[in-house]
Protein backbone atom coordinates (compact mmCIF):
# COMPACT_ATOMS: atom_id res chain seq x y z
CA UNK A 1 0.00 0.00 0.00
CA UNK A 2 1.18 3.34 -0.92
CA UNK A 3 2.69 4.92 2.32
CA UNK A 4 0.16 8.11 2.35
CA UNK A 5 -2.63 5.64 2.30
CA UNK A 6 -1.43 3.56 5.40
CA UNK A 7 -3.86 3.56 8.17
CA UNK A 8 -2.16 5.63 10.89
CA UNK A 9 -2.62 9.00 12.96
CA UNK A 10 -0.54 10.88 10.90
CA UNK A 11 -2.42 10.40 7.67
CA UNK A 12 -5.80 10.43 9.47
CA UNK A 13 -4.67 13.90 10.81
CA UNK A 14 -2.80 14.72 7.65
CA UNK A 15 -5.01 17.77 6.22
CA UNK A 16 -5.01 18.50 10.83
CA UNK A 17 -2.08 19.26 12.31
CA UNK A 18 1.34 17.50 12.59
CA UNK A 19 1.07 14.37 15.13
CA UNK A 20 4.09 13.67 16.86
CA UNK A 21 6.15 12.44 19.69
CA UNK A 22 8.66 12.86 22.62
CA UNK A 23 11.39 10.07 21.87
CA UNK A 24 13.87 9.28 23.82
CA UNK A 25 18.01 7.30 23.20
CA UNK A 26 16.27 3.98 22.45
CA UNK A 27 14.88 5.08 19.31
CA UNK A 28 17.11 7.68 18.41
CA UNK A 29 19.83 5.38 18.09
CA UNK A 30 18.16 2.42 16.89
CA UNK A 31 18.35 0.08 19.70
CA UNK A 32 14.52 0.26 20.61
CA UNK A 33 13.45 -0.78 17.02
CA UNK A 34 9.78 -0.96 18.06
CA UNK A 35 9.19 2.18 19.58
CA UNK A 36 11.53 2.80 15.99
CA UNK A 37 8.55 1.02 13.64
CA UNK A 38 5.97 2.85 15.62
CA UNK A 39 7.47 6.35 15.21
CA UNK A 40 7.72 5.79 11.15
CA UNK A 41 4.58 4.44 10.88
CA UNK A 42 2.23 6.55 13.00
CA UNK A 43 4.07 9.95 13.76
CA UNK A 44 5.19 12.83 11.10
CA UNK A 45 6.87 15.04 14.01
CA UNK A 46 9.59 14.00 16.84
CA UNK A 47 10.40 15.72 20.10
CA UNK A 48 13.49 14.96 22.37
CA UNK A 49 12.44 13.87 25.86
CA UNK A 50 15.58 14.78 27.43
CA UNK A 51 18.38 14.42 24.48
CA UNK A 52 18.73 17.83 24.36
CA UNK A 53 17.91 19.69 28.09
CA UNK A 54 20.71 22.20 29.28
CA UNK A 55 22.35 19.57 31.68
CA UNK A 56 23.01 17.12 28.84
CA UNK A 57 23.44 19.62 25.48
CA UNK A 58 25.94 21.83 27.47
CA UNK A 59 27.21 20.15 30.48
CA UNK A 60 30.19 22.32 31.13
CA UNK A 61 31.29 25.82 30.08
CA UNK A 62 33.06 25.11 27.09
CA UNK A 63 31.17 21.43 26.12
CA UNK A 64 28.30 20.91 24.27
CA UNK A 65 27.41 17.32 23.76
CA UNK A 66 25.69 17.10 20.09
CA UNK A 67 26.27 13.44 19.42
CA UNK A 68 22.61 12.42 20.62
CA UNK A 69 20.85 15.22 19.13
CA UNK A 70 22.96 15.16 15.49
CA UNK A 71 21.24 11.73 15.76
CA UNK A 72 17.90 12.95 16.60
CA UNK A 73 17.88 15.35 13.57
CA UNK A 74 19.24 12.85 11.41
CA UNK A 75 16.23 10.45 12.34
CA UNK A 76 13.94 13.48 11.74
CA UNK A 77 15.40 14.64 8.36
CA UNK A 78 15.21 11.00 7.02
CA UNK A 79 11.92 10.51 7.50
CA UNK A 80 10.91 13.41 6.86
CA UNK A 81 9.63 14.82 9.95
CA UNK A 82 8.96 18.31 11.38
CA UNK A 83 11.65 18.35 13.85
CA UNK A 84 11.16 19.81 17.74
CA UNK A 85 13.89 21.25 19.75
CA UNK A 86 13.39 21.08 23.58
CA UNK A 87 14.39 23.22 25.19
CA UNK A 88 16.16 26.32 25.29
CA UNK A 89 15.76 27.86 28.40
CA UNK A 90 14.29 25.81 31.74
CA UNK A 91 15.20 26.11 35.03
CA UNK A 92 15.14 22.59 35.89
CA UNK A 93 17.76 19.96 34.55
CA UNK A 94 20.03 23.28 34.18
CA UNK A 95 23.64 22.12 34.11
CA UNK A 96 25.13 22.84 38.05
CA UNK A 97 27.52 25.40 36.60
CA UNK A 98 24.94 27.70 35.22
CA UNK A 99 23.93 28.49 39.09
CA UNK A 100 27.45 29.74 39.42
CA UNK A 101 27.23 32.67 37.28
CA UNK A 102 26.11 35.94 39.32
CA UNK A 103 26.75 38.71 36.70
CA UNK A 104 24.25 40.14 34.31
CA UNK A 105 26.81 40.91 31.61
CA UNK A 106 27.92 36.71 32.15
CA UNK A 107 24.86 36.01 32.02
CA UNK A 108 23.66 37.44 28.84
CA UNK A 109 26.91 36.17 27.50
CA UNK A 110 26.19 32.57 28.32
CA UNK A 111 22.45 32.51 26.93
CA UNK A 112 23.54 34.44 24.10
CA UNK A 113 26.17 31.61 23.25
CA UNK A 114 23.96 28.37 24.29
CA UNK A 115 21.32 29.34 22.52
CA UNK A 116 23.11 30.57 18.93
CA UNK A 117 25.54 27.96 19.12
CA UNK A 118 22.79 25.27 19.26
CA UNK A 119 19.74 26.44 16.91
CA UNK A 120 22.70 27.91 15.05
CA UNK A 121 23.81 24.15 14.49
CA UNK A 122 20.45 22.37 13.67
CA UNK A 123 19.25 25.91 11.51
CA UNK A 124 16.88 24.85 8.85
CA UNK A 125 16.63 21.79 10.50
CA UNK A 126 15.64 21.86 13.76
CA UNK A 127 11.40 23.30 12.83
CA UNK A 128 10.32 24.85 15.59
CA UNK A 129 12.00 25.41 19.25
CA UNK A 130 10.86 25.23 22.59
CA UNK A 131 12.94 28.91 23.51
CA UNK A 132 11.55 29.18 27.16
CA UNK A 133 9.94 26.49 29.30
CA UNK A 134 7.35 26.92 32.40
CA UNK A 135 8.98 30.62 33.08
CA UNK A 136 4.85 31.51 34.54
CA UNK A 137 4.10 30.16 38.18
CA UNK A 138 0.85 29.54 38.78
CA UNK A 139 -0.54 33.08 39.72
CA UNK A 140 0.27 33.85 35.72
CA UNK A 141 3.81 35.94 37.47
CA UNK A 142 6.93 35.25 36.30
CA UNK A 143 8.61 32.45 38.37
CA UNK A 144 11.97 33.01 40.00
CA UNK A 145 14.86 31.64 38.34
CA UNK A 146 18.77 31.65 37.94
CA UNK A 147 17.86 33.61 34.61
CA UNK A 148 15.23 36.07 36.09
CA UNK A 149 17.38 36.68 39.05
CA UNK A 150 20.62 37.31 37.47
CA UNK A 151 18.49 39.40 34.16
CA UNK A 152 15.63 40.22 35.25
CA UNK A 153 12.19 39.79 33.49
CA UNK A 154 14.06 40.89 30.17
CA UNK A 155 15.64 37.42 30.01
CA UNK A 156 12.66 35.75 27.69
CA UNK A 157 13.60 38.79 25.28
CA UNK A 158 16.82 37.72 25.12
CA UNK A 159 16.30 34.02 24.50
CA UNK A 160 13.24 34.97 21.92
CA UNK A 161 15.65 37.18 20.06
CA UNK A 162 18.66 35.49 20.24
CA UNK A 163 16.90 32.68 18.82
CA UNK A 164 14.98 34.30 16.11
CA UNK A 165 18.97 36.07 14.64
CA UNK A 166 20.61 32.23 14.59
CA UNK A 167 17.39 30.94 12.80
CA UNK A 168 14.70 33.26 11.37
CA UNK A 169 12.62 30.47 9.91
CA UNK A 170 12.37 28.68 12.94
CA UNK A 171 9.18 28.66 14.21
CA UNK A 172 9.53 30.05 18.31
CA UNK A 173 7.73 28.87 20.82
CA UNK A 174 6.64 29.51 24.89
CA UNK A 175 6.11 26.11 26.33
CA UNK A 176 4.31 25.59 30.04
CA UNK A 177 1.83 23.58 31.79
CA UNK A 178 -1.76 24.40 33.35
CA UNK A 179 -2.02 27.05 30.26
CA UNK A 180 -5.88 26.14 30.41
CA UNK A 181 -6.27 28.23 34.51
CA UNK A 182 -7.11 31.46 34.10
CA UNK A 183 -4.72 32.93 36.22
CA UNK A 184 -1.75 31.17 33.87
CA UNK A 185 -3.30 31.61 31.10
CA UNK A 186 -3.39 35.42 31.27
CA UNK A 187 0.31 35.31 32.43
CA UNK A 188 1.14 33.48 29.26
CA UNK A 189 -1.08 36.36 27.21
CA UNK A 190 0.98 39.00 28.42
CA UNK A 191 4.58 37.81 28.35
CA UNK A 192 3.35 36.89 24.49
CA UNK A 193 2.29 40.48 24.22
CA UNK A 194 5.24 42.08 25.71
CA UNK A 195 7.43 40.74 23.61
CA UNK A 196 5.04 41.57 20.32
CA UNK A 197 5.28 44.97 21.39
CA UNK A 198 8.77 44.74 22.40
CA UNK A 199 9.16 43.65 18.04
CA UNK A 200 10.38 40.00 19.44
CA UNK A 201 9.54 37.46 17.32
CA UNK A 202 7.28 34.71 18.97
CA UNK A 203 5.48 32.24 17.13
CA UNK A 204 2.97 29.85 18.75
CA UNK A 205 2.21 28.96 22.75
CA UNK A 206 3.11 24.99 23.50
CA UNK A 207 0.59 24.05 25.50
CA UNK A 208 1.87 21.22 27.18
CA UNK A 209 -1.51 18.87 27.97
CA UNK A 210 -0.52 16.99 31.24
CA UNK A 211 -4.28 16.50 31.47
CA UNK A 212 -5.90 13.87 33.41
CA UNK A 213 -9.66 11.61 32.86
CA UNK A 214 -11.95 15.07 33.93
CA UNK A 215 -9.53 17.73 33.81
CA UNK A 216 -9.13 20.00 32.11
CA UNK A 217 -12.42 20.37 31.12
CA UNK A 218 -13.20 21.15 26.90
CA UNK A 219 -14.39 24.33 27.56
CA UNK A 220 -11.48 25.45 29.53
CA UNK A 221 -9.35 24.29 26.87
CA UNK A 222 -11.09 25.50 23.81
CA UNK A 223 -11.27 28.60 25.51
CA UNK A 224 -7.62 28.74 26.12
CA UNK A 225 -7.02 27.77 22.35
CA UNK A 226 -9.28 30.52 21.29
CA UNK A 227 -7.54 33.12 23.94
CA UNK A 228 -4.30 32.50 22.18
CA UNK A 229 -5.33 32.25 19.19
CA UNK A 230 -6.74 35.89 19.63
CA UNK A 231 -3.08 36.87 21.21
CA UNK A 232 -1.73 36.01 17.39
CA UNK A 233 0.19 33.36 17.98
CA UNK A 234 -0.49 29.10 16.44
CA UNK A 235 -1.50 26.78 19.13
CA UNK A 236 0.50 23.57 19.76
CA UNK A 237 0.13 20.94 22.32
CA UNK A 238 3.21 19.74 23.21
CA UNK A 239 2.83 17.04 25.69
CA UNK A 240 -0.06 15.12 25.88
CA UNK A 241 -0.76 12.61 27.55
CA UNK A 242 -3.66 11.69 30.25
CA UNK A 243 -2.76 10.17 33.53
CA UNK A 244 -5.45 7.46 35.08
CA UNK A 245 -4.75 7.25 38.13
CA UNK A 246 -5.80 9.01 41.45
CA UNK A 247 -4.03 11.82 43.06
CA UNK A 248 -3.62 12.60 46.64
CA UNK A 249 -3.05 16.22 46.63
CA UNK A 250 -4.84 16.92 43.48
CA UNK A 251 -1.99 17.97 41.45
CA UNK A 252 -2.97 19.13 37.94
CA UNK A 253 0.42 19.81 35.38
CA UNK A 254 4.05 18.79 35.68
CA UNK A 255 5.86 20.45 38.18
CA UNK A 256 9.10 17.83 37.82
CA UNK A 257 10.32 18.75 41.67
CA UNK A 258 6.98 17.41 43.09
CA UNK A 259 7.35 13.48 43.93
CA UNK A 260 6.23 11.56 46.68
CA UNK A 261 5.90 8.09 48.25
CA UNK A 262 2.60 5.91 47.33
CA UNK A 263 0.78 3.03 49.25
CA UNK A 264 -1.24 0.56 47.01
CA UNK A 265 -4.70 2.66 47.06
CA UNK A 266 -2.47 5.38 44.54
CA UNK A 267 -1.27 1.99 42.12
CA UNK A 268 -4.96 0.52 41.61
CA UNK A 269 -4.05 -1.19 38.41
CA UNK A 270 -0.19 -2.73 38.47
CA UNK A 271 -1.50 -5.61 36.34
CA UNK A 272 -4.07 -4.31 33.56
CA UNK A 273 -6.47 -1.19 32.85
CA UNK A 274 -10.07 -2.64 34.03
CA UNK A 275 -12.08 -1.97 30.89
CA UNK A 276 -14.20 0.65 32.60
CA UNK A 277 -11.01 2.91 32.30
CA UNK A 278 -10.06 1.78 29.31
CA UNK A 279 -13.25 3.29 28.06
CA UNK A 280 -13.15 6.41 30.08
CA UNK A 281 -9.58 6.70 28.52
CA UNK A 282 -10.33 6.03 24.97
CA UNK A 283 -13.72 8.74 25.07
CA UNK A 284 -11.72 11.86 27.20
CA UNK A 285 -8.82 11.28 23.85
CA UNK A 286 -12.00 11.01 21.64
CA UNK A 287 -13.25 14.33 22.58
CA UNK A 288 -10.11 16.04 23.05
CA UNK A 289 -9.29 15.19 19.45
CA UNK A 290 -12.74 16.12 18.05
CA UNK A 291 -12.20 19.45 19.46
CA UNK A 292 -8.42 19.68 18.41
CA UNK A 293 -10.03 19.16 14.68
CA UNK A 294 -12.25 21.86 15.00
CA UNK A 295 -9.71 24.26 15.68
CA UNK A 296 -7.31 22.83 13.20
CA UNK A 297 -6.81 26.53 11.92
CA UNK A 298 -5.33 27.42 15.03
CA UNK A 299 -3.56 24.54 15.85
CA UNK A 300 -0.11 23.33 14.34
CA UNK A 301 0.42 20.53 16.11
CA UNK A 302 -0.54 18.07 18.77
CA UNK A 303 2.39 15.86 19.97
CA UNK A 304 2.30 12.82 22.90
CA UNK A 305 4.80 12.75 25.25
CA UNK A 306 5.97 9.58 24.83
CA UNK A 307 5.52 6.63 22.50
CA UNK A 308 3.81 4.04 25.05
CA UNK A 309 2.57 3.14 28.31
CA UNK A 310 5.85 1.49 29.52
CA UNK A 311 8.17 4.34 28.78
CA UNK A 312 5.85 7.23 30.23
CA UNK A 313 7.22 9.68 32.98
CA UNK A 314 3.71 9.41 34.34
CA UNK A 315 4.82 5.98 35.57
CA UNK A 316 7.43 7.85 37.95
CA UNK A 317 5.28 11.08 38.43
CA UNK A 318 3.92 12.21 41.43
CA UNK A 319 4.59 9.00 42.87
CA UNK A 320 7.34 6.34 41.78
CA UNK A 321 7.65 2.86 41.26
CA UNK A 322 3.65 3.40 39.68
CA UNK A 323 1.71 1.40 36.36
CA UNK A 324 0.02 4.51 34.48
CA UNK A 325 -1.67 3.85 30.80
CA UNK A 326 -1.58 7.61 29.73
CA UNK A 327 -1.13 7.16 26.07
CA UNK A 328 -2.43 5.41 22.75
CA UNK A 329 0.27 2.52 23.05
CA UNK A 330 0.39 -0.11 25.49
CA UNK A 331 3.43 -1.51 27.18
CA UNK A 332 3.49 -4.01 23.79
CA UNK A 333 3.45 -1.18 21.41
CA UNK A 334 -0.01 -2.26 20.60
CA UNK A 335 -2.63 0.46 19.88
CA UNK A 336 -4.88 0.60 22.81
CA UNK A 337 -8.54 1.85 22.29
CA UNK A 338 -7.93 5.21 22.82
CA UNK A 339 -6.13 4.85 19.60
CA UNK A 340 -9.19 3.65 17.93
CA UNK A 341 -11.45 5.85 19.19
CA UNK A 342 -9.05 8.61 17.95
CA UNK A 343 -9.53 7.35 14.38
CA UNK A 344 -12.46 6.73 14.14
CA UNK A 345 -13.28 10.20 14.45
CA UNK A 346 -12.33 10.65 10.76
CA UNK A 347 -14.49 7.72 8.74
O1 LIG B 1 19.16 8.78 32.75
C1 LIG B 1 19.12 8.63 34.19
C2 LIG B 1 19.50 7.24 34.57
O2 LIG B 1 20.84 7.00 34.21
C3 LIG B 1 19.29 7.05 36.08
O3 LIG B 1 19.53 5.73 36.44
C4 LIG B 1 17.86 7.40 36.47
C5 LIG B 1 17.63 7.34 37.98
O4 LIG B 1 16.53 8.13 38.38
O5 LIG B 1 17.60 8.72 36.05
C6 LIG B 1 17.70 8.89 34.65
O6 LIG B 1 17.41 10.20 34.32
C7 LIG B 1 16.06 10.58 34.41
C8 LIG B 1 15.59 11.01 33.02
O7 LIG B 1 14.28 11.50 33.12
C9 LIG B 1 15.60 9.89 32.00
O8 LIG B 1 14.69 8.89 32.38
C10 LIG B 1 15.96 11.73 35.38
O9 LIG B 1 16.28 11.28 36.69
C11 LIG B 1 14.55 12.29 35.37
O10 LIG B 1 14.52 13.47 36.16
C12 LIG B 1 14.18 12.64 33.94
O11 LIG B 1 12.84 13.06 33.96
C13 LIG B 1 12.42 13.80 32.85
C14 LIG B 1 11.86 15.13 33.34
O12 LIG B 1 11.30 15.84 32.25
C15 LIG B 1 12.95 16.01 33.91
O13 LIG B 1 13.79 16.45 32.89
C16 LIG B 1 11.31 13.01 32.15
O14 LIG B 1 11.89 11.84 31.55
C17 LIG B 1 10.65 13.86 31.08
O15 LIG B 1 9.52 13.21 30.59
C18 LIG B 1 10.22 15.18 31.70
O16 LIG B 1 9.69 15.98 30.66
C19 LIG B 1 9.18 17.26 31.06
C20 LIG B 1 9.39 18.23 29.91
O17 LIG B 1 10.75 18.25 29.55
C21 LIG B 1 8.91 19.63 30.29
N1 LIG B 1 7.53 19.58 30.71
C22 LIG B 1 7.21 18.63 31.76
C23 LIG B 1 7.66 17.23 31.35
C24 LIG B 1 7.27 16.21 32.38
O18 LIG B 1 7.94 16.45 33.60
Same mark, same amino acid.
Given at each position: ?74 ? =? ?62 ? =? ?57 ? *? ?5 ? *? ?54 ? =? ?42 ? *? ?13 ? *? ?26
Amino acid at each position: MEESLVPSLKNTFSYDFFIGAAINGGAINGSDTLALDLIRREFNSITPENIMKWEHIHPFPDKFNFEMPDKYVRL =GQKNNMHIVGHTLVWHSQLAEWVAQVNDSASMAGLLTEHITKIVGRYKGKIDSWDVVNEALNED =GSLRESIFKEVLGDHYLELAFRTAAKADPEAQLVYNDYNLTHPEKREGAIRLVKNLQEN *GVKIDAI *GMQGHWNLERPTLEEIETSILAYHKAGVKVLITELDITVLPNPWELEGAEVSQNFE =GNKFMNPYPESLPDSVQNQLAERYADIFSLFAKHRDKIDRVTFW *GINDGASWLNGWPIK *GRTNYPLLFDRNYRPKKAYESIMKLKK
